[in-house]
């Protein structure tokens, strides 16, 4: 019998079943004044939550205190079944932070990287190469795996942030405005990254000062402002709490744009939202297909030329000044 000179390892801490973000009645106060006053979130796992909100929402602070950088003033926040103020250490070992500027090399190219932060993270050299290709693939980065990162395109770059940000696999990952900045066809780049990332597994907490990323990739959406949680449900619903759906007039001629106003009004259930440059006039309607007749009908008795008639849902932005009063803000870069 071969005497044992070791006591066994400790088995690993594991955390019950449950979401894999639980907040209640989070508070943060800076110097007296409320960052976040009681904010409830319920994330679960191998989802993509939402946190949409203006600037100074308090998202920013929710995530610092996720991500166990900032301790709570009140309330309690669970992250991958871990108090974060309790067990900060579990918390570190099951998440990865996304921040608005990640930590990769100019210098190096995109494959040099990813090995260096795997040796970094102690991968030994076999599984830090094998992790590293893998990641290039998983992220579309493969042809450019060799190029200096300082030669990447924003889209790229930030690809190559999350991978780097993926290379221990976390449970949970914070993802704050990760499309910041970037072009179109560079954020729709990003999102392929996230969707691929979700694939893996991996719960998503994410902030965004783009609506439209919300609803592309959130399954639920939380709305806050000034601290508080305004509203929150899946995308569809919160658009459905608007009272549905709108039909915009396009017109051919810009002189007709106030009497389609008023016809509008007429048949829909709110005031008139007018874009007079596009020549586009719209309202929230309530039963569309009858709507949509009405509307089609009372424009050839007015011999109005539509350039098109559009039944469609509210987007997210829509739905953040109804709920908010106000639009979604430019993000701090954009305002500067
Ligand atoms: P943004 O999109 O601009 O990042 P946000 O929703 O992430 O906004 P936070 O950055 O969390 O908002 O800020 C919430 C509130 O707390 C704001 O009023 C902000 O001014 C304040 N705040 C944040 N950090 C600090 C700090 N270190 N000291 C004092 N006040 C702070």
């Given at each position: 019998m071969t005497a044992l000179t070791r006591a066994p390892a400790a088995p690993p801490r594991r955390a019950a079943d449950g979401p894999a973000i639980r907040t209640q009645g989070l508070r943060k106060d800076y110097r007296g004044t409320p960052a976040l006053d009681g904010i409830d979130l319920d994330v679960p796992r191998g989802?993509?939550?939402?946190?949409?909100?203006?600037?100074?929402?308090?998202?920013?602070?929710?995530?610092?205190?996720?991500?166990?950088?900032?301790?709570?003033?009140?309330?309690?926040?669970?992250?991958?079944?871990?108090?974060?103020?309790?067990?900060?250490?579990?918390?570190?070992?099951?998440?990865?932070?996304?921040?608005?500027?990640?930590?990769?090399?100019?210098?190096?190219?995109?494959?040099?990287?990813?090995?260096?932060?795997?040796?970094?993270?102690?991968?030994?050299?076999?599984?830090?190469?094998?992790?590293?290709?893998?990641?290039?693939?998983?992220?579309?980065?493969?042809?450019?795996?060799?190029?200096?990162?300082?030669?990447?395109?924003?889209?790229?770059?930030?690809?190559?942030?999350?991978?780097?940000?993926?290379?221990?696999?976390?449970?949970?990952?914070?993802?704050?405005e990760p499309t910041t900045g970037l072009d179109p066809r560079a954020r729709t780049e990003v999102w392929s990254a996230v969707r691929a990332l979700v694939a893996g597994g991996t719960t998503v907490l994410l902030t965004t000062q783009y609506l439209e990323e919300a609803d592309r990739l959130a399954d639920a959406i939380t709305v806050v402002g000034r601290g508080t949680v305004i509203a929150r449900g899946t995308p569809d619903a919160l658009k459905a709490r608007l009272g549905g759906d709108r039909i915009d007039v396009v017109l051919a001629d810009d002189d007709e744009v106030t009497a389609v106003a008023a016809m509008l009004e007429r048949i829909g259930e709110a005031a008139a939202e007018i874009d007079a440059e596009a020549r586009r006039v719209g309202v929230p309607v309530r039963d569309r297909v009858a709507a949509l007749t009405a509307v089609v009908g009372a424009l050839r008795n007015a011999g109005i030329e539509a350039e098109d008639v559009i039944l469609r849902r509210p987007t997210l932005d829509e739905v953040f000044v109804d709920l908010t009063g106000r639009a979604a803000t430019p993000s701090k870069e954009a305002a500067a």
């Open positions: 989802t993509v939550h939402g946190l949409l909100g203006p600037n100074g929402a308090g998202k920013t602070t929710a995530v610092r205190i996720l991500a166990t950088l900032l301790r709570p003033d009140g309330g309690r926040a669970e992250v991958a079944g871990f108090d974060v103020a309790r067990d900060p250490a579990e918390v570190r070992l099951r998440i990865g932070l996304l921040g608005q500027h990640a930590a990769v090399d100019e210098i190096l190219d995109g494959r040099q990287n990813l090995e260096m932060f795997g040796r970094l993270y102690h991968l030994g050299p076999r599984t830090a190469r094998d992790r590293a290709a893998e990641l290039l693939d998983r992220f579309g980065l493969d042809e450019t795996g060799r190029k200096p990162v300082g030669a990447y395109s924003g889209g790229m770059r930030r690809r190559l942030d999350l991978a780097v940000s993926m290379i221990l696999a976390p449970e949970v990952m914070f993802l704050d």
